[in-house]
């Protein structure tokens, strides 16, 4: 069930939802970090016509800050991206166990079919013993051509039963492997 989690689209979607509202999370922690700044300059001027000479100066900043009230900004920030990266985190594992039901589901699918071509051969053994009976029977003069009329009709729906349950099953595979991503 694993690998049905892992290859669905929704869980690795929801898998980034939930990274990016962690992302979210340590950005709006970073409100109650101090900034700091730096800037620096450089001038040079000259009121005469070469290259030469001139004035210069530099210039080099550097502040620090820290908000200490910023009405209540930074804590609702963080509040909301918490309450996110839980929203996100309980889709996550929603996803996680739609995709596990949806594997369990076709599993069952595919033993109920494959289940359901034993039965459908034996079914199809029965019919063609009963016909095989009912001609015998018929050539003693037992049986009317009305019973092997019937007991025909049945073996031919018992050989169209198996091919449905045949059908069914590669069904039943194909679904299981779409679920998984991978041929079984």
């Not at 025909?152 to 595979?173: E, F, I, M, W």
Request: charged fraction near 25%; proline fraction near 2%; avoid cysteine.
């Amino acid at each position: 069930m694993r690998l049905a989690e892992d290859a669905s689209p929704t869980v690795v979607a929801s898998a980034y939802a939930t990274r990016s509202a962690a992302a979210s999370v340590r950005s709006a922690r970073t409100g109650y970090l101090p900034s700091l700044s730096m800037n620096s300059g450089y001038n040079w001027n000259n009121q005469e016509r070469s290259f030469d000479g001139g004035r210069t100066s530099w210039s080099l900043g550097l502040s620090l800050s820290y908000p200490i009230f910023n009405n209540f900004q930074r804590e609702s920030s963080l509040d909301r991206a918490q309450f996110s990266q839980r929203v996100a985190r309980l889709q996550e594992d929603d996803s996680r166990l739609a995709a596990r039901q949806e594997a369990d589901a076709a599993l069952y699918n595919l033993r109920t079919a494959e289940r359901a071509i034993e039965i459908a051969q034996e079914a199809e053994l029965v019919a063609g013993e009963d016909l095989r009976v009912v001609r015998e029977r018929y050539s003693v003069g037992v049986a009317t051509i009305l019973d092997v009329l019937i007991s025909q009709n049945a073996a031919d729906q018992a050989s169209v039963d198996v091919v449905t349950s045949r059908y069914d099953y590669v069904l039943a595979r194909a679904e299981l492997e779409s679920i998984l991503g991978r041929v079984l």
